[in-house]
């Protein structure tokens, strides 16, 4: 099983600030195509996660251009350009690579 | 446009099984997977198994092998996750999710149903 650790835990940011979140697989991510098999999904509180980068650096429709994802093989990075109040809530990378698909930990984004 | 919807909430007994449904519209249902997770109290996501829609078949993650059961009913363009032998640690809210279709990648979630388990 592929083990997904974020950091950090949380993550109190200001708005117009920039913002990073870390996340790091126990084996590459990799796949024969090319690709990296790295998502990351924002989980807004008492909703279900979005999707917000697909592939490693990928935005999905609908995702500001704030939101980019970075990385390959093992270290990954979401990176917000500009943090906004709405971007609230707990970021997760997943790996997709083989299953079972594993979450990191979560990293809770906060406003100052 | 894509949605889910899952049934409602679920209270069960230690030992007890349970069967969450989740309807899909706005797509052509056997042409995606449909993915099941969990999410206990406070904590992160879990992945658990997933299904092709078109052909039924099925992978699970080995933590849950034996207990997890995930079918389809391609008629009512719904996808069914039943979790036997219910514990507390069971409690959780459990989503179901469609395939990109070209990578294991969720752009879709079902709203989650919440299943509580209490003596």
């Known amino acids: 099983e592929i083990v997904m650790t974020q950091s950090p835990l949380s993550l109190p940011v200001t708005p117009g600030e920039p913002a990073s979140i870390s996340c790091r697989s126990s084996q590459s991510l990799v796949h024969s195509d090319g690709n990296n098999y790295l998502d990351w999904y924002l989980q807004k509180p008492g909703q279900s996660p979005q999707l917000l980068i697909y592939?490693?650096?990928n935005r999905a429709p609908g995702v500001p251009d704030r939101f980019s994802g970075s990385g390959s093989g093992t270290d990954f990075t979401l990176k917000i350009s500009r943090v906004e109040a709405d971007d609230v809530g707990v970021y997760y990378c997943?790996?997709?690579?083989?299953?079972?698909?594993?979450f990191g930990g979560g990293t809770k984004v906060e406003i100052k | 446009q894509v949605q889910f919807m899952q049934s409602g909430a679920e209270v069960k007994k230690p030992g007890a099984s349970v069967k969450v449904s989740c309807k899909a519209s706005?797509?052509?249902?056997?042409?995606?997977?449909v993915h099941w997770g969990r999410q206990a109290p406070g904590q992160g996501l879990e992945w658990m198994g997933w299904?092709?829609?078109?052909?039924?078949?099925?992978e699970y993650s080995q933590k849950f092998q034996g207990r997890v059961t995930i079918t389809r009913d391609t008629s009512a363009n719904t996808a069914y996750m039943e979790l036997s032998s219910l514990t507390s640690e069971d409690t959780a809210v459990y989503f179901c999710?469609?395939?990109?279709?070209?990578?294991?990648?969720?752009?879709?979630w079902g709203q989650g149903t919440l299943v509580t388990v209490s003596s």
């Open positions: 997943m790996q997709g690579l083989q299953t079972p698909l594993t």
């Open positions: 706005g797509y052509t249902f056997t042409n995606y997977a």
């Open positions: 299904i092709n829609t078109a052909t039924g078949y099925t």
């Open positions: 999710a469609k395939d990109s279709g070209v990578g294991w990648y969720f752009l879709s």
């Open positions: 592939l490693a650096s």
